[in-house]
C-alpha cells in the first residue's frame, strides 16, 4: 500500500460558490416630487420665455410721469406692454424707454407706428388727459397701417397727433401766405360743424407760401370738391367794404385758438370729389373766398384814367349792381407815343354768374364783346363805399356814350373805359350844382314877399284891432267878475279856522266817551263781570228745572206723595 493520499477531483477541490444575480431596485416616490417641481419651472420658463414680446427703444425729450416697472404702454385703453428700464441717452438730449410689448402687437411695429406720452394737457381749446391725474400717466401706441416695415426703435411724439390711424377721412393740403391764429389742432369747420382739424403746417417757402396740412374727417370728406373753397376764420373781423360794416365770427373756439372754413359753391357741387392730397388756396376771409374766380374764368383789360386811390386786388366788379367778377391785377404803365400815365386794371368775369359765352372760342366772345362796345357798354370805376373810399368796377351800358372799338392785347381783349378815380364823385357834384341852378329860387322869393305883404296887411287892419280891443273888454269883466267872488267868500274864509277848532274839541269829547264807555262796560268792568255770574246762576236753574221735568215725567205720582228713594 502506499501512503499517498487519494486526488480528489477538481471540482471538490473548490469549495462550491453561488451564481451571482443583479437585484433590481425597487423605484421610489418620493422622487415624484423634485420630478414635478422640475416640470413645473420647465413649464413655466417656457410660458414666460413664449409670453414675452419685443423689446422696444423709445425715445423722449422728458420721462415726466413715467416710471420703471409701473408705466404701461396702452392702445384704446388695453395695456399692450409696460416700460422696463428708463436710461439718458448718450449726448443727454433725451430720454430712453426700453418697454417690452405683448406678442400680439409684434406684427403692428412697424416704421408707421407712433408713441407719445398721455398727460393732462390744457389748451385754449382742448382739455385731455385728465384721467392720469388719478391713474398716473401712460404711453398710448397709434399701429398705422400692417404693410410697413418692421422696426424697433422709434422717436415719440411730444404731442398727441391730430388723428389715430383707424380714423376715417382725408388729408388736404392748403398753400396761404399767412397763418394767424391757426395752430396745430385747430378745427376745420363746414357751415359752423366741426368736421376736422389741422394737423401740421410747413416752414414757409422762398414765395412766402405755407403748406397747411388738415384732416377732415368722414363722411365730411366727400363734401371738399374740386371747386371749393377753403378761408381761414381766426378771430373776429372787422372790416369796411362796398356793403359796409362786416363783422365774421365763425365761432369761440376759432375766437381763441384759430380756425378753418370750407364751402362749395353751388355751381361746383356736382363736380366729382377732390383726389387725395388735393390742395387749395387759404383765403385770408370768406369775403375773399367768394370773390375768388374759378379756372373757366374770363379775363380783360381796362385802362383807366385819372386816380384809382381805394381799388385794389379782389375789389368787385359788377354790371348792374350784381358782383360778376373781382379785379385781379393793377398796374401803372407808360404811353410814350401819347406822353401820358395810364392804369392798366385786368378783371376775371365769371361766366356762371351771367349769360355770358362759357366755354366758347375767343373769336366768339370778341363778337359779343364787340357788339356789347356799339351799343354803349363801358368800364367805369365807381364808389363802393364813399365812408371808406372802396372803388368798384361797373360794366355797364352807358347812353349816348362816345364811340369805342374792343382791341386785343396779347391774349387779352381791352374794354375800353370812361371817366377816372374821381369822376363819379365830380359827376355827382355836377348833378347836384345842375338842380341847384335849376331851382327856382326867383319865383319862391317872390311868393315868399307876398305872403309877407298880406300878413302885415292883416296885422295892420281895422278886423285884427276890432278884436282885439273885444278880448281886452271881455278880460276886464273877467276880472271884475272874479274881484266880486273873493269878497263874497272872505266872510266864511275867516270862520273857517274857528269851525276847525270847534270840530277839534267835539273830537275830543266823542273819544272820551267812548273810552269812559270801555272802561265802564268793557270786558274787563264790573259790571261784565256780574252780568257774567247773572248769566251763570240761569244757566244752573235751567239745568235744575229740566232735571226736575224728567223726574216727574217718568214719576208723576212724585206730585201727590213727593219724592221717595
Not at 21 to 49: E, K
Not at 222 to 233: I, K, L, P
Not at 286 to 302: H, I, K, P, Q
Amino acid at each position: 500500500m502506499s501512503d499517498t493520499p487519494p486526488r480528489l477531483p477538481p471540482e471538490r477541490l473548490a469549495p462550491e460558490l453561488a451564481e451571482a444575480r443583479p437585484q433590481r431596485r425597487r423605484f421610489s416616490l418620493i422622487w415624484l416630487i423634485p420630478l414635478a417641481a422640475l416640470m413645473v419651472t420647465g413649464y413655466l420658463a417656457y410660458t414666460t420665455i413664449s409670453s414675452r414680446g419685443p423689446l422696444i427703444t423709445v425715445h423722449f425729450n422728458s420721462a415726466d410721469g413715467l416710471a420703471a416697472g409701473q408705466t404701461q404702454v396702452r392702445y384704446k385703453s388695453v395695456a399692450i406692454g409696460t416700460v422696463e428700464a428708463i436710461a439718458l441717452a448718450d449726448d443727454l438730449s433725451s430720454v430712453t424707454a426700453r418697454i417690452r410689448m405683448t406678442p400680439d402687437v409684434e406684427a403692428r411695429l412697424t416704421e408707421a407706428a407712433r408713441f407719445w406720452v398721455v398727460r393732462p394737457r390744457l389748451t385754449a381749446g382742448n382739455v385731455s388727459g385728465l384721467e392720469t391725474i388719478v391713474s398716473g400717466a401712460y404711453i398710448e401706441f397709434d399701429p398705422g397701417p400692417e404693410d410697413g416695415e418692421a422696426r424697433r426703435e422709434y422717436r415719440g411724439l411730444e404731442d398727441p397727433p391730430g388723428i389715430r390711424s383707424d380714423e376715417p377721412g382725408r388729408i388736404f393740403t392748403l398753400k396761404t401766405y399767412r397763418l394767424g391764429s391757426l395752430n396745430r389742432g385747430s378745427p376745420v369747420f363746414f357751415r359752423d360743424v366741426q368736421v376736422g382739424e389741422v394737423l401740421s403746417f410747413d416752414q414757409p417757402g422762398l414765395d412766402g407760401t405755407v403748406a397747411v396740412r388738415a384732416f377732415i374727417r368722414s363722411p365730411y370728406e366727400a363734401y371738399v370738391r374740386e371747386g371749393s373753397r377753403f378761408w381761414n376764420s381766426s378771430g373776429v373781423r372787422l372790416g369796411f367794404g362796398p356793403d359796409g360794416l362786416s363783422v365774421e365770427l365763425e365761432s369761440l373756439r376759432a375766437v381763441l385758438t384759430g380756425g378753418i372754413a370750407f364751402d362749395t359753391p353751388p355751381r361746383d357741387r356736382d363736380a366729382p370729389p377732390a383726389p387725395d392730397n388735393a390742395q387749395f388756396t387759404l383765403y385770408g376771409s370768406a369775403e375773399a373766398a367768394l370773390a375768388a374766380t374759378s379756372e373757366n374764368r374770363l379775363e380783360f383789360l381796362v385802362y383807366l384814367e385819372g386816380s384809382v386811390r381805394g381799388l385794389t386786388p379782389r375789389s368787385p366788379v359788377e354790371m348792374r349792381g350784381i358782383r360778376i367778377g373781382s379785379v385781379t391785377n393793377i398796374d401803372l404803365s407808360y404811353d410814350q407815343t401819347e406822353n401820358r400815365f395810364s392804369v392798366p386794371v385786368r378783371i376775371a368775369v365769371e361766366p356762371d354768374r351771367i349769360a355770358f359765352p362759357n366755354g366758347r372760342p375767343q373769336w366768339e366772345v370778341r363778337q359779343a364783346m364787340e357788339r356789347f362796345v356799339a351799343e354803349g357798354m363801358r368800364a367805369q370805376l365807381a364808389s363802393g363805399n364813399l365812408l371808406t373810399g372802396q372803388k368798384v368796377v361797373t360794366l355797364d351800358f352807358v347812353p349816348d356814350a362816345p364811340p369805342a372799338t374792343v382791341r386785343q392785347e396779347g391774349d387779352l381783349l381791352v374794354i375800353p373805359s370812361l371817366g377816372g378815380g374821381g369822376d363819379d364823385l365830380m359827376g355827382a357834384v355836377g348833378a347836384i350844382a345842375g338842380k341847384l341852378e335849376n331851382f327856382p329860387l326867383d319865383q319862391i322869393g317872390q311868393n315868399l314877399s307876398g305872403v309877407l305883404a298880406a300878413v302885415n296887411g292883416l296885422v295892420g287892419g281895422p278886423e285884427l284891432k276890432a278884436s282885439l280891443s273885444s278880448l281886452t273888454a271881455i278880460l276886464g269883466d273877467a276880472q271884475r267878475l272874479v274881484r266880486r267872488t273873493d269878497n263874497g267868500l272872505a266872510p266864511l274864509l275867516r270862520r273857517l279856522p274857528s269851525m276847525a277848532d270847534n270840530l277839534d274839541q267835539t273830537l275830543a269829547r266823542a273819544n272820551a266817551a267812548v273810552t269812559s264807555v270801555e272802561r265802564g262796560y268793557g270786558t274787563n268792568s264790573a259790571f261784565n263781570r256780574e252780568l257774567a255770574r247773572l248769566l251763570q246762576q240761569a244757566t244752573d236753574a235751567a239745568r235744575s228745572v229740566r232735571l226736575l221735568a224728567d223726574y216727574l215725567e217718568r214719576h208723576p205720582e212724585a206730585l201727590l206723595r213727593g219724592r221717595t228713594e
